[in-house]
């Protein structure tokens, strides 16, 4: 076990805003930190349309480390991959606290943090330290900024600014705590978006190209993530949408946190405003994940994110159409050693049911696997 892992029932204690900040701090000074390669289980897995190496499927997801302070610590415990942000352009407060509630009882976290950050000079000045010793690709999530009167220009910003210092780009438009931002997700406004988001893309990597010369700093992948709460019109316009909008986009991360209270919430904060996440989110977000996957599979990268707290979890989501998965909330019940269990428990499920490799797991569960 590792220091924060022994830190962790000290940590409970405090509110979670606080234990949050207080890990951040300790993963920042770096004690007692374990050493995982993230290649220790020997499930390697590529990303056919985005090209992205993982040494193995299991990513900490957006909303943990927003200011790219601590990737190279949390790089340590052995995930695949990691994902720093959202960052907007501009650094912002945030919503009045408390806005951080363990759902104890259900193994559940609401937040309505509202993007609170530093804002991308800060970031990026982070993500440029990245340690060279660092073994995982860094994502950056990028969004925007609460009183923005032009939204998509936020985030041609913040792809721009953080094109040449990371490994792949998500346009995050499913936060529930920036009012307006899901409105993204309907069709007008998606196509819009991603027209202006491709044309970002390729003009950084122009920038980036002139710069270096196309050897040494490749293409960068884009993902969309997506909320849960969507109807089946909706999945249909996106689907419609992400295919017409050309090769540049490699794939969707499949949830954000939902808006929903599932009646079978027991804890004492269970109707506070904002996104749900943990347990409670894994059945929803893992339909529609399959929802997406059951027309986007093997044509576009599917990240399955939402509830994940075993290995089994992971598996099913791998099976449901996912190349790669992502979590954070059983962080906070589990500790980081949980990503070394989830990835063992992983390995076993493909071993117990023949599967050679990730990809040859990836959709088993969908009717006509690609
Ligand atoms: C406290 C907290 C903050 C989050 N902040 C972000 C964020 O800034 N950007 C984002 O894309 N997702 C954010 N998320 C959502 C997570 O990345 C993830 O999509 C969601 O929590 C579902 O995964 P989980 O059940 O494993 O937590 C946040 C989640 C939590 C719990």
Redesign the pocket.
């Known amino acids: 076990m590792s220091l924060p892992d022994l830190a962790l029932p000290l940590v409970k204690k405090l509110p979670p805003e606080a234990a949050h900040t207080a890990t951040i701090k300790g993963l920042k000074l770096g004690i007692g930190l374990p050493n995982i390669p993230p290649s220790r289980w020997n499930t390697p897995v590529k990303l056919p349309r985005s090209g992205l190496q993982l040494w193995n499927p299991v990513g900490l997801?957006?909303?943990f480390d927003?200011n790219a302070d601590v990737h190279g610590p949390m790089a340590k415990f052995g995930f695949g991959f990691l994902e720093c942000?959202?960052v907007t352009p501009r650094p912002q407060p945030g919503n009045p606290k408390p806005r951080?509630f363990r759902l104890n009882q259900d193994q559940g976290?609401i937040?309505r943090?509202g993007?609170n950050n530093h804002g991308l000079d800060y970031f990026v000045r982070r993500l440029r330290r990245q340690p060279p010793s660092l073994t995982c690709p860094v994502g950056a999530?990028v969004g925007a900024n609460k009183s923005s009167a032009d939204f998509i220009g936020d985030y041609e910003t913040g792809i721009a600014a953080v094109y040449p210092f990371c490994s792949y780009i998500t346009i995050?438009i499913s936060?529930p705590n920036t009012p307006g931002l899901r409105g993204l997700q309907d069709k007008a406004a998606l196509q819009e978006l991603l027209a202006r988001c491709g044309d970002a893309q390729s003009t950084a990597q122009s920038a980036l190209e002139a710069e270096y010369g196309d050897s040494k700093n490749g293409w960068k992948p884009v993902f969309l993530?997506v909320a849960p709460d969507l109807q089946i019109q909706e999945i249909d316009d996106i689907i419609e949408t992400v295919r017409g909008a050309g090769s540049w986009l490699s794939g969707l991360i499949i949830?954000?946190?939902t808006l929903d209270r599932p009646e079978i919430l027991k804890s004492a904060d269970k109707d506070q405003s904002g996104g749900l996440?943990?347990a409670p989110?894994m059945e929803k977000s893992t339909e529609v994940l399959r929802a997406f996957a059951a027309e986007l599979i093997g044509e576009f990268d599917l990240i399955g994110?939402?509830?994940?707290q075993s290995g089994a979890d992971a598996y099913r989501k791998i099976r449901a159409g996912a190349h790669a998965v992502q979590?954070?909330?059983?962080l906070v019940y589990h500790g980081a050693s949980l990503i070394a269990r989830i990835n063992s428990e992983l390995a076993d499920c493909l071993k117990a049911d023949g599967f050679s490799s990730v990809e040859a797991a990836v959709g088993a569960d969908l009717s006509s696997p690609a």
Not at 305 to 308: D, F, H, P, V, Y
Not at 327 to 330: G, M, N
């Open positions: 997801a957006a909303g927003k942000g959202t951080l976290v937040n943090m993007f999530n995050n936060s993530k949830s954000n946190t996440s943990g989110l994110c939402g509830g994940i979590l954070y909330s059983a």
